[in-house]
């Protein structure tokens, strides 16, 4: 890794979060600028491995700051989880001459370039672009305050329908294992309960509270629920709650794979444009196998390895706050 890096390749691996096109476009003009050759690797690891790899200009990411998705496409690769199938993408590698690779995905794809770099010398960068902001080492990932954000404006019509008909509403929203997007837009909302995988679901507590809360005739309550939430997502927490408290009106609404597109929000383009041009400048200055992170407003670097070993924990402080503000 001590030979200067003179053509980099950039993907965008696993789930697609909004920002990602901001950040190859900040990825690409800043290695442009610093007379770098630049590719772009089609479809993540899955290009890499059957050689889907175009060269990119200025040009070539005009206008998509503003888009959602990715213009790269994403996928998760099977054959790049084989000791064959990496061969094979290095081989590719080789054929373009690409010495230096920007990966922007979560901590999957951080593991896939962490192996990767380890078997082949080959200089990785990490960009956390995930939604649900489950990496360790930074205060925001790319899409995560877009998904949110759509969330809460989701959230909030669906209030307004839930007070015209005092009925209860369960909205699950993103989150397999962190509940952070629950736990931000449920806050927002006002929501009366928000349940996340990172905290044991009190469901008696729940029960008890909206038994008492029907007993005053305050009937319109919301339940945030993370996908991943150990009781079994919303129909679940739904089912048992009926059960329960069979005079209650109870509606389910699963907001799913809204959350994942539209326009990026200024923050996160901002974002996205910010750990762009750093991955550049770790390349550039021998800095590799890391992942450029933000804490405190200010650039964090990473190990990769360190990085896929650590999730993002949740505070006791917002915890606490959710306690507090659902009396």
């Not at 050689?51 to 996928?75: F, H, W």
């Amino acid at each position: 890794m001590k030979n200067k890096v003179t053509k980099i390749g950039v993907l965008t691996s696993g789930g697609d979060s909004p920002g990602m096109n901001a950040c190859v476009r900040a990825v690409v003009r800043t290695g442009l600028y610093n007379n770098i050759e630049m590719f772009g690797i089609m479809r993540g690891y899955t290009g890499m491995v059957e050689d889907d790899i175009v060269k990119l200009e200025s040009r070539s990411v005009a206008n998509i700051i503003q888009r959602g998705g990715t213009v790269l496409k994403t996928s998760r690769s099977k054959e790049f989880l084989t000791p064959e199938g990496r061969k094979k993408a290095y081989g590719n590698l080789k054929k373009h001459g690409i010495n230096g690779l920007v990966i922007i995905g979560g901590d999957g794809s951080f593991r896939g370039a962490q192996i990767f770099s380890s078997e082949f010398d080959i200089p990785c960068i990490g960009l956390p672009g995930t939604i649900d902001k489950d990496i360790a080492g930074t205060d925001f990932t790319i899409g995560f305050d877009t998904a949110v954000n759509t969330a809460v404006e989701a959230i909030d019509k669906i209030r307004d329908t839930a007070e015209a008909h005092d009925r209860l509403f369960i909205i699950e929203v993103m989150g397999r294992d962190a509940g952070y997007i629950a736990l931000h837009s449920g806050i927002a909302t006002g929501a009366e309960n928000i349940l996340i995988p990172e905290k044991k679901t009190d469901i008696e507590n729940i029960i008890g509270q909206l038994a008492e809360k029907e007993r005053r005739h305050k009937l319109v309550n919301l339940i945030v629920v993370a996908e991943g939430e150990e009781f079994g997502g919303a129909d679940e927490v739904a089912k048992y709650i009926k059960g329960r408290l069979p005079l209650l009106e109870v509606r389910v609404c699963i907001l799913g794979h809204i959350q994942r597109g539209g326009a990026p929000s200024c923050m996160d383009r901002l974002l996205a444009s910010r750990m762009g041009y750093h991955a550049i400048e770790c390349l550039i200055d021998g800095r590799h196998n890391v992942f450029v992170g933000v804490v405190n407003n200010k650039i964090n670097y990473i190990p990769l390895d360190e990085a896929i070993k650590k999730k993002q924990k949740v505070s006791e402080e917002w915890l606490k706050i959710v306690k507090i503000l659902a009396t």
